[in-house]
């Protein structure tokens, strides 16, 4: 994958096809401590520890339509050639827990890619599972609850348009504010 | 400090939003549009899923086409993708394979526009794999 972005729309689809109703994915970014965290957190169908043992191998999976299973072996791999490292806890009927920790200065450390526009699609394009999307960087936090937001909306469908260029906007214009740098 | 959109700005447009709303669901229902389903796994997403699920929800606006985009898994044609589903209202769904932009564009067009078919539909055992989920 070519940018974090990237693994987190594929993660959080692991947690859709899991049946999850709410997905959190929890970002921590410290550049300074040379730290960057992606922790994904839901309350899926989660796994057994049989299962949960062998997402890391690339041919596992759970789905009938392809014989391989990518997902995870992939964020590994980023994650480890920044000598990071993933570590996924499951429970099974209660969720699962994945967090992928990164050097933040690594020179093999992938970049953002476009976050904006990916948590806005995930919001639009999955309309009936709900997500918190919490970024934090050094002190500072930007957080945004797709519950929240269809509250204020009143019944206007989140995946309007309008409403998606709006929570695009919104997410871009505040990560900025609080110093993050989607380029990087 | 820049002034940041927050949700008193999202409260403000609502309203806008939901009068140009009530005025169209007069006119039509929802299950009368047009659904595109984008396929985005791992196989789909390293393939540009993203930017094509971007593209249709843009040019639908665009073109005036009410429609809604939305994600759905992997459907088994890792080799063509970023695929596509699009049902038009009232027919069985079509799968497209290897839609760039150029693609969707002319699947706009002509398919969802005019119902005629394009290239690069992928026929087959679509249902195989919904009876086999339902197992």
Known sequence: MKDLSMHIMDIVQNSTRA??????????ENPGLNMLQIKIIDNGDGMDPEITKQ????????????????GIPL???????????????SDKGKGTIITASFQHRHIDRVPWGD??????????????IDFVYSHHFNNEVFEIDSRIIKKELDGIPINQPAIIKFIKEMIDENLKNIGVDINN | MTKVK??????????????????REKGDKAEKVVQIKVSMATCGIA??????????????????????????????YCYAEPTI???????????????????????I????KKGELVDGIIPASYETIDKEKTK
């Open chain 2, 47 to 76: 393939s540009g899923a993203k930017e094509i699920m971007t593209y249709f929800i843009e040019e639908l606006e665009h073109r005036s086409i009410e429609g809604v985009v939305t994600q759905t898994g992997c459907m088994g």
């Open chain 1, 19 to 28: 049946n999850a109703t709410l997905i959190k994915i929890i970002v921590n």
């Open chain 2, 6 to 23: 927050s949700l008193d700005d999202l409260r403000k447009m609502r309203d806008a939003v939901k009068s140009k709303l009530d005025l």
């Open chain 2, 85 to 107: 589903e699009v049902t038009l209202p009232g027919e069985d769904p079509v799968v497209f394979g290897f839609v760039d932009t150029k693609k969707a564009s002319e699947i």
């Open chain 2, 109 to 112: 067009e002509k398919y969802i």
């Open chain 1, 75 to 89: 964020l590994i791999q980023n994650a480890e050639q920044t000598g990071g490292n993933v570590s996924i806890e």
């Open chain 1, 115 to 128: 976050i904006p526009g990916t948590i806005t699609l995930l919001f639009s394009g999955n309309p009936s």
């Open chain 1, 55 to 70: 997402v890391s191998n690339p041919f596992f999976t759970s789905r009938t339509t392809r014989k391989v299973g990518l």
